[in-house]
């Protein structure tokens, strides 16, 4: 067996421990104080020396006997505003609630940090460990960026991972190339001239506006887009009026551009901003497109994938990773990291239906139940990962 998991598993309580406090106590967004305090106070127990370089962004480093390069590790630590439909004896009860898996990627960089303390003497360089907020907001990675994570030292590459229900427990699932969506959201607002719905030529009604957008930005995808680059158009909030026969003055639809090109996302975006623009005008209305949030398309660099998965497999044996080439249109913040340095994104399986009839229901779900059995080949992958990249890396 592997030396670091077989170390792995002897704390095996300790990072369940970890986990379970987390999920007990989820919080939402870009600030997240008793998640940070947690982290903050547990790095500390373990002999680091944390710091806050932005709100909730905490970063800790960690440096072997010899010199070398830097390898970064990143957890995200931030919740969803969603209730929890309790199902074990550690619930969150506060409105939100871990069901992206959040704590679970906390709880194993925790268990990478205790590990690499215990590993110090093998290190060849510096691991750093980034703990970031605000993922589900697409913020937190360009926040930490912004506030210098990649500097100080400088980060020669990157690595997270991401638990997923439904696939395989520990089969390890990557990318090559870019793998996972850019998406940006937006909101449209649609302003006409309110009146009864019994007299709409003294109005202009937005609602009939609206309609006429949502119609004619489908067709960039359908006319404007090369049919083999795949793009997505979603508008998942329509909201406008109130009583049924008053015309409204407002009305104010939300949505999400998928893509897996970058520039395609820009052009989306530009075109959209037109044709929001000319069909009000031409209805004698006004709208505008607003962008929400937005983060790129992960691109794994396929050198360190290549490599980095060969060591994964050390832990999880030759049939234990998956690789593939082509994408989907989930997104991830940490796809900002894999613009500034060669970075790599795992997946972990945390549970299919077949292992246990609660693991399996879907990402961002009331009823998500990860296999806490995962938290230690998590923590054994960071681990080993780093130090094995940072000895041939020299």
């Not at 000319?278 to 709208?287: F, I, N, P, Q, V």
């Amino acid at each position: 067996m592997n030396k670091i998991l077989e170390q792995a598993q002897n704390i095996k309580n300790d990072i369940v421990e970890y986990r379970r406090t987390i999920h007990e106590n989820p919080e939402v967004g870009d600030t997240l104080p008793k998640t940070k305090a947690y982290v903050i106070k547990k790095l500390r127990e373990f002999g680091y020396e944390p710091t806050e370089i932005c709100e909730s962004g905490i970063v800790a480093t960690i440096e072997g006997p010899k010199p070398g390069k830097t390898f970064l590790l990143r957890a995200d630590m931030d919740a969803l505003p969603m209730e929890e439909t309790p199902n074990c004896e550690f619930a969150a009860t506060n409105g939100a609630m871990h069901s992206c898996g959040h704590d679970m990627h906390t709880a194993m960089l925790l268990g990478a940090a205790k590990l690499l303390k215990q590993n110090q003497d093998q290190i060849e360089g510096i691991v750093k460990l980034v703990f970031q907020p605000d993922e589900e907001g697409f913020t937190g990675a360009k926040k930490m960026i912004k506030a210098g994570v990649l500097e100080n030292p400088k980060v020669d590459a990157a690595m997270a991972m991401h638990v997923n229900s439904g696939t395989p427990s520990n089969l390890v699932v990557c990318g090559l190339g870019t793998s996972i969506g850019g998406c940006n959201r937006f909101r449209i607002v649609v302003k006409g001239t309110g009146c009864h719905g019994a007299m709409p030529e003294t109005g202009v009604d937005p609602i009939f506006i609206a309609n006429q957008i949502y119609s004619a930005i489908q067709e960039i995808t359908n006319r404007e887009i090369v049919a083999t680059q795949p793009v997505v158009i979603t508008i998942g909030k329509f909201v406008g009026g109130d009583a049924p026969n008053i015309i409204p003055g407002e009305v104010i639809m939300e949505g999400t551009i998928r893509t897996l090109d970058k520039e395609v996302g820009e052009y989306v975006f530009k075109r959209m901003g037109e044709i929001v623009s000319a069909t009000a005008k031409m209805l004698r209305g006004e709208a505008e497109l607003i962008e929400l949030s937005s983060v790129p398309p992960l691109a794994n660099n396929k050198d360190l994938a290549t490599e980095v998965t060969g060591y994964v497999k050390d832990i999880v044996g030759e049939q234990g990773v998956f690789l593939f080439e082509g994408g989907g249109m989930g997104s991830e913040d940490f796809a900002s990291y894999s613009y500034e340095v060669p970075s790599l994104y795992l997946i972990l399986g945390a549970g299919a239906k077949n292992e246990n009839p609660l693991y399996g229901e879907p990402m961002h779900n009331t009823k998500v139940v990860f296999n806490e059995d995962v938290l230690v080949t998590g923590a054994a992958i960071h681990t080993y990962s780093a130090i094995t990249w940072l000895k041939n890396h020299k």
